[in-house]
């Protein structure tokens, strides 16, 4: 069985640019997430969706970030402008249903300079 | 608020030297505690679900139990393929979401 994809792997950006992550949750997991990882710390949940639909978005920086899960699979996590501080690991997971254990894909190191 | 710490931070032991690493948490509904392994340039990897105090769960040289504030995550004869940066996670009934520790990272010496 396929596990989560993710891409790119490693970004890096000037501060006050754009950048978009792509995610691609294991074939029939209903829930996805997004985490931002800083080095050091715990994964702190940033959006999760059951299907397209959105059910915790309370963490995310919506002035910057905004996500997105067309056609309930595929997602994309985008961030514009960025800061010096969303430099991280930002990572995708997904599970069967709200609740279950969770999945995760290999991240995305962002870097802002 | 809805928190979880795990102890020690880091912990470095020799092969063979068995240890455990603890998980308490404070939040307003446990639906189930998650431990996770991650190596360094990757994705949490999952290793257990518990969902009730009393409960153990086991794999290879790991094993985890959960009281009503509390789990361990406890580690028999280590190999040095047991490094690696373990996490605990509590799902949170009322607010519906993973809160995840700081994580442990663990040092096993050939």
């Known amino acids: 069985e396929a596990g989560v994809a993710q891409s790119p792997r490693y970004k890096i950006i000037e501060k006050r640019q754009s950048v978009a992550f792509w995610c691609n949750p294991i074939?029939?997991?209903?829930?996805l997430y997004w985490y931002q990882q800083i080095l050091g710390q715990g994964p702190k949940l940033l959006i999760q969706?059951?299907?397209?639909?959105?059910?915790?978005d309370s963490q995310l920086p919506k002035d910057r970030f905004s996500a997105e899960r067309l056609k309930g699979v595929d997602s994309t996590l985008k961030i514009q402008p960025a800061k010096l501080e969303d430099s991280a690991v930002y990572l995708c997971?997904?599970?069967?249903?709200?609740?279950?254990?969770?999945?995760f894909g290999p991240g995305t190191r962002l870097t802002v300079l | 608020e809805d928190q979880v710490t795990q102890s020690p931070e880091a912990l470095r032991l020799q092969e063979g030297e068995s240890s455990s690493l603890n998980c308490s948490y404070t939040?307003?509904?446990?639906?189930?505690l998650f431990w996770y392994r991650q190596d360094p340039g990757k994705g949490p990897e999952f290793l257990f679900t518990l969902y009730s105090a009393g409960e153990e769960k086991e794999k290879e040289r790991l094993k985890a139990t959960l009281t009503k504030k509390e789990s361990f995550l406890h580690i028999t004869a280590p190999k040095p393929e047991d490094s690696a940066t373990y996490l605990c996670a509590v799902w949170v009934q009322g607010a519906q979401k993973l809160v995840f520790g700081q994580g442990t990272r663990l040092t096993i010496n050939p």
């Open positions: 939040v307003s509904g446990l639906r189930g």
């Open positions: 969706f059951q299907n397209n639909g959105v059910v915790d």
């Open positions: 074939s029939g997991h209903a829930t």
């Open positions: 997971a997904s599970s069967l249903i709200l609740g279950n254990e969770q999945f």
